[in-house]
């Protein structure tokens, strides 16, 4: 049962990847999540894809805090989170909560954090002005 459960587990994940960013980015994950830890050169050999894409995907899922990266003493090894990729599900209560207990302002701020995976505050306050000046009164 234990082995089920993990199995469905790394199904699931890989369908919370594709869902959110689809074919390619998924493809690199489920490499990441069924064969582990891997270098740039590994993940292109199992899945096929080409350097750039690659290295794309790992961008867009480091950016959103579902692979991490870590060096060893020959390489840069990638290796998914599968614990942060399953918070995705849990992404449209944090944006309520945020709207009841703080508004209209805060849902499109805790949204956008959402979509973006990492912004600077900077980059937050700038976006939140932009979509707050662009709002009908």
Do not use: W
């Not at 270098?39 to 790992?58: A, F, P, Y």
């Not at 991490?68 to 990638?78: D, F, G, L, P, Q």
């Amino acid at each position: 049962k234990f082995l089920s459960a993990q199995m469905n587990r790394k199904k699931l994940v890989c369908l919370i990847a594709n869902e959110h960013f689809g074919d390619v980015v998924s493809k690199t994950c489920a490499s990441l999540v069924y064969k582990g830890a891997n270098t740039i050169k590994g993940i292109q050999i199992d899945t096929g894809l080409t350097l750039k894409l690659v290295k794309e995907s790992l961008l867009v899922l480091i950016q959103q805090n579902m692979v991490a990266s870590r060096i060893t003493e020959t390489a840069v090894k990638y290796e998914a989170r599968e614990d942060n990729i399953l918070m995705r599900l849990r992404f449209p209560k944090f944006i309520l909560h945020a709207k009841e207990k703080f508004g209209d302002e805060a849902e499109l701020i805790v949204e956008d954090l959402m979509e973006q995976g990492c912004l600077t505050m900077s980059q937050v306050v700038n976006q939140a002005a932009s979509v707050f000046t662009n709002m009908p009164h």
